[in-house]
């Protein structure tokens, strides 16, 4: 709505921003959030934690934020102020390169024959933990001045909350903590406040940061040395988090013994606030699923299940005679079958051809294939070569090397 508005128009909300800007003042109104509850894919809708809120805030204050929170990462990427690990939400970064990392340093264990394990932790309700305090006292040691600090001191002040379920709103909650949910600045105010909590690791402990994605690891051929190194890091995270207004969940954080060395091998033993961590054979780190051998099967089987899922309802949508045209079906399987594939494609694209081969049991059967097949109206007979050429579609296998060299060069220039 706002992109349509006249010159005279956004020079009036110019004026506005300036204004409240240089008199640092923030608007009440737009301290006041509807949220609406979510719930979480496959999770029991009968259990309050199992929605996640949804903030509708001022559009005029989302803008505002946005031209902040441009200025404000310029100033914090010009000092370098950010840990090296933290890759969420800066420029030319991406959850990749934290994959990435941590599949180098497993592959690189594998191949001196080594133990590497790494434990993947969760923060219990990150966003509304924030100790507002202490952003705004990381903001002074940044060297933040003038009317920077007092617009996010502002915009941080006491909020108005009511939940919206269907047409029917709540009463009014204070929130008095915690950054503002659905917020464009939130997640930079978060980030700003989280970098510290990897910055007193011991010197055999890597880490890699996405925001609030926290994973650490370390290798050797001593579980001993392991243990103690990351049970140093574990407790010294945890002496943060409680400084910081933090709590980590003991149910959620998990461990993972990444090895492929022959015969048996004891797993290594961790407290986290006096409760042990568990240990699991596999786990989901930024969208994709790592298993102790590091062979990407159970991503894959379950990627291929998400995807034929979604290749049923394009069924649906293709009728002969309703249905949509092969432009927006072509354009469905794009956005919602093929971007899940193409999605940690230089991570999971070193799986074994036998694993990968899961998208395509048979040349027929393949889940590109079959999008691509149900997308132009081909026939199960139409040869793969003509099936490509007319989707303009190549193969999966092509796709993933052009997508794994793309990355390459992106990380080299």
């Known amino acids: 709505m706002l992109k349509h508005l006249g010159e005279s128009s956004l020079l009036t909300i110019l004026l506005l921003f300036n204004r409240i800007w240089q008199e640092r003042v923030f608007p009440l109104s737009w301290l006041k959030a509807i949220v609406v509850p979510i719930p979480k894919p496959g999770k029991d809708k009968q259990d309050p934690n199992n929605y996640r809120p949804i903030a509708l805030t001022s559009c005029l204050s989302k803008l505002l934020e946005r031209m902040v929170s441009a200025q404000l990462m310029h100033v914090l990427e010009r000092s370098k102020w950010f ?20 599949v180098t340093a497993i592959r690189e264990a594998f191949v001196r024959k080594k133990h ?85 690791l011991p010197a055999y402990v890597n880490s890699t940061l996405f925001v609030d994605d926290i994973q650490i690891h370390c290798a050797g051929d001593d579980m001993g040395f392991i243990q103690r190194q990351l049970q140093t890091a574990i407790n010294n995270m945890t002496d943060w988090a409680s400084t910081n207004g933090f709590i980590f969940s003991p149910q959620k954080t998990v461990c993972v013994h990444f090895c492929r060395r022959r015969g048996l091998h004891p797993d290594p033993d961790f407290q986290l606030n006096g409760s042990p961590i568990l240990i699991v054979q596999e786990t989901k780190f930024l969208g994709i699923i790592f298993d102790t051998k590091l062979t990407f099967r159970s991503h894959i089987k379950h990627l291929k299940t998400k995807c034929i899922r979604t290749l049923n309802i394009m069924k649906v949508l293709s009728s002969s005679s309703w ?13 919602l079958v093929r971007s899940k594939l193409d999605y940690g494609v230089p991570v999971y694209d070193s799986a074994a051809k036998s694993s990968l081969k899961m998208f395509c049991p048979s040349v027929h059967d393949s889940v590109h294939h079959q999008g691509l097949r149900i997308a132009t109206g081909a026939f199960r007979t139409t040869p793969i070569p003509s099936l490509q050429v007319i989707s303009g579609e190549p193969s999966l296998e092509l796709r993933r090397h052009r997508l794994s060299l793309s990355y390459f060069y992106k990380i080299k220039s």
Do not use: C
């Open 83 to 102: 840990v090296p690990s933290q890759s969420g939400f800066r420029r030319r970064r991406n959850t990749i390169d934290n994959l990435l990392k941590l």
């Open 116 to 200: 590497l394990v790494s434990i993947f932790f969760d923060i219990e309700k990150a966003y509304d933990r924030t100790w507002r305090y202490g952003i705004l006292k990381d903001l002074s040691d940044i060297g933040l001045k003038g009317n920077m600090p007092h617009f996010i001191k502002n915009f941080l002040q006491t909020r108005i909350f009511q939940i919206r379920i269907g047409n029917i709103l709540s009463d009014n909650f204070n929130q008095q903590e915690g950054v503002p949910q659905g917020s464009v600045l939130s997640m930079l105010l978060f980030i700003i406040k989280i970098n510290g909590i990897v910055s007193k």
């Open 323 to 335: 249905g949509a045209d092969k432009v927006s079906l072509m354009r469905i399987y794009r956005s």
